[in-house]
């Protein structure tokens, strides 16, 4: 066994930047992992899959492969990818002609099982409804994928895979198969699994754990050569997060706290196919510049089922944006938005056409993401982004049309770029459901020999614990008069989707600044906050291991990813939303920030 392993992190998505790899290979690792995948990728690749059964997966990670090969293959540096998507098998075939191209003999093992497709027309009533709406699915599905988890991975590698492809498999999953080869973690090592999931948690994401999107974004280096993460593993499951030597970025406690609460929901219970995990006591210490150790991940026994998700498609959609510059810019969007809206219903009536089935209209430049707390209504400047959905896409590029036409009969100072009309897309809509893990055949195949394996991703023996409840505290108050100031000079934090529904973590920058952000943001507080937008409850989670807060928001993004209207369908922004609210502080605490204030000035 070895003493650490360690993993470079080289995509967060399907296009993320050409960089990533260069930089990694530059340094001592033993894997490179890459994840490609979300739900809506996998409808894309569906949809390529039924143009072209040769298609549908990542076809860059092919030219990666095939660019740097030589390179891998020499520094014995083996590969883990998701990018099979919907056709591992034709990704493993493209990536087998291009590593003998290069005159290698690299084995390419594949993950195969995911794709429940097939299946679904001989599942009916509960099984087939939305977990979360509990909404029927539809009849014809474009894609029905279960997360797979990291043992087939762990398997292929034991077989003798340089190269792992799989289907869909939870993100942090090509991270736990290698730790699981190579540290020979069992299932009831519960403890280390959700270590080696958290580490594969961090990394998913690419550059967001070094830095990207991070809250202290003016301290985060170069952008043009942001460093791509590794984590170092150690057999215990903790493990050291850190980036490529001469990289820009940023790798300190508030960028890994940040990914770590980024797109979860309970912390105590953060459901993977191989192990339940429970963050809330998760310890994050910056050990040297540059330098972060994550460790005390705890774990539970996994449910007896996959997670599926299924995407269907759901009618049409188009966007489209225009610019309105001059005195009462936003009012006058808002002139032309209803403007379009009504010529377009009542030529609609005269073709025999439907009403849209959804409309959205956003000054963008005025605040509109702020709702009630907009400053910026009286903007000389917006963006004037008006989408809609349809059943019919002659409707939508009737509204396309209609919208162009305000550039000659609505508001002054309406504008844009020529040549970028927009296109009507079809809308793809999320569902969620639960398969038996011992309904779900998984079979990995390595240079051509296939193994099925026997039902990976077993629950583990033991009861499950039960979860501990968030702890009360005093009001953090006494005799002092409290003044504010905005959350964002006393904490971190970072936003992002999960489904239709948005997480806020919120990370205290010191553990005494904990209870006055507690008092000030109670589910009620965030409720008013994104009022505008919230559809459904608001609920708070204690992290107290990194003095924190995650808030799950319910149906908040307007049916979330492709199947949204909004200009922000994955709570991006919320969080800097968040950061701007008033938090009440006693006047020692604001001195103490001021002082602080002037020491990072000096």
Known sequence: M???????????????????????????????????????????????????????????FVDVIARHAKVIAERGIRIIANAGGVNPLACAAAVERVVAAAGLTLKVGV???DDLIEQAPSWRGERMRDMFSQQPLPE???????????????????????????????DSAVVLGACLHE??????????????????????CGAQATGGIHTDWEQTGDWADIGYPIVEVSPDGSFTVSKPRSSGGLVSVGTVAEQMLYEIGDPRAYLLPDVTCDFSQVQIVATAPGLVRVSNARGRRPTRFYKASATAQDGFRVGAYYMIAGIDAARKAQ??????????????????????????FEAIGSEVTYGAASRGRASREVMLKIAAKHPDPKALELLVREFTSAGTSMAPGFTGMGGNRPKVMPVVRLFSILVPK?????????????????NPCAAANGDEAALP?????????????????????????????????????VIARRP????????????????????????????????????????????????????????????????????????????????DLADRARQVAL
């Open 183 to 204: 540290f020979n973690w069992s299932r009831d090592e519960l403890d280390r699994l959700a270590g080696g999931s958290l580490a594969g948690h961090i990394i998913e």
């Open 335 to 360: 002139k032309v938005a209803d403007a379009v809206y009504r010529r377009c219903e009542g030529l609609f009536k005269q073709q025999g056409l439907a009403p849209f089935t959804e409309w959205s």
């Open 2 to 60: 070895k003493s650490a392993i360690r993993i470079g992190g080289a995509s967060g998505f399907w296009g993320d930047s050409t960089i990533a790899v260069p930089q990694l290979l530059r340094e001592p690792l033993d894997y490179i992992v890459f994840d490609y995948l979300a739900e809506v990728t996998m409808s894309i690749m569906a949809r390529a899959r039924a143009r072209d059964p040769a298609a549908g997966y990542a076809n860059d």
């Open 512 to 591: 005494e600044y904990l209870p006055y952000i507690r008092a000030a943001l109670t589910t009620d507080a965030v409720s008013q906050v994104f009022a505008h937008y919230l559809q459904g409850p608001v609920e708070r989670f204690a992290v107290p291991g990194i003095h924190a807060l995650n808030f799950l928001l319910h149906d908040v993004l307007g049916g979330g990813g492709i199947a949204s209207l909004r200009n922000d369908p994955q709570g991006k922004a919320y969080a800097q939303i968040l950061l701007d609210h008033p938090i009440p502080v006693p006047a020692t605490l604001l001195r």
């Open 438 to 454: 011992d309904e779900v055949t998984v079979t990995i195949v390595v240079a051509g020999e296939q193994t099925v394996l026997r």
């Open 111 to 113: 993950v195969l099982g």
């Open 469 to 505: 409840s968030e702890a009360s505290e005093p009001a953090p108050f006494g005799d002092a008069l409290p003044q504010s100031v905005p959350l964002v000079r006393l904490a971190w934090a970072r936003s992002g989707d999960k489904g239709n529904h948005a997480n806020i973590g």
């Open 140 to 170: 014809k599905l474009l894609s029905l994928n279960a997360y797979l988890g990291a043992e087939p991975i762990a398997a292929a590698l034991a077989k003798g895979a340089d190269i792992v492809i799989t289907g869909r498999c939870v």
